[in-house]
């Protein structure tokens, strides 16, 4: 497993959307999960949305019924949906995916949520 790359982020107007995408170089029903994570400037790193290798989903509590998170197996693919966009969810956004080989984090992508 490498370094995951995480694509799709830009520039967006309030209540807008985006598709963000997270490429994986392995078997992502073999890995432990893959999740979607955000750090907005001076604060923590947070949970937004993972996914385990059997498929359940998670997501967390600030993001519940405006993001979606689903997965392609064929290709490797792992996307978040985001929907009713918020200044609040101005953010870089983290692909990570857990495996027994360790935990790989991507570069991120730029979210920025503004009119």
């Known amino acids: 497993q490498a370094q995951p790359v995480e694509s799709g982020g830009g520039l967006v107007q309030p209540g807008g959307s985006l598709r963000l995408s997270c490429a994986t170089s392995?078997?992502?029903?073999?890995?432990?999960?893959v999740g979607w994570y955000r750090q907005a400037p001076g604060k923590q790193r947070e949970s937004v949305a993972t996914?385990?290798?059997?498929?359940?989903?998670n997501y967390g509590d600030s993001v519940k019924g405006r993001f979606t998170l689903s997965r392609n197996i064929a290709n490797n693919m792992v996307y978040l949906q985001i929907n009713n966009l918020d200044p609040a969810d101005t953010a870089v956004y983290y692909c990570?995916?857990?495996?027994?080989?360790?935990?790989?984090w991507g570069q991120g992508t730029q979210v920025t949520v503004s009119s």
């Open positions: 392995g078997s992502i029903d073999s890995v432990y999960s």
């Open positions: 990570n995916v857990l495996s027994v080989r360790g935990s790989f």
């Open positions: 996914i385990t290798s059997g498929g359940r989903i």
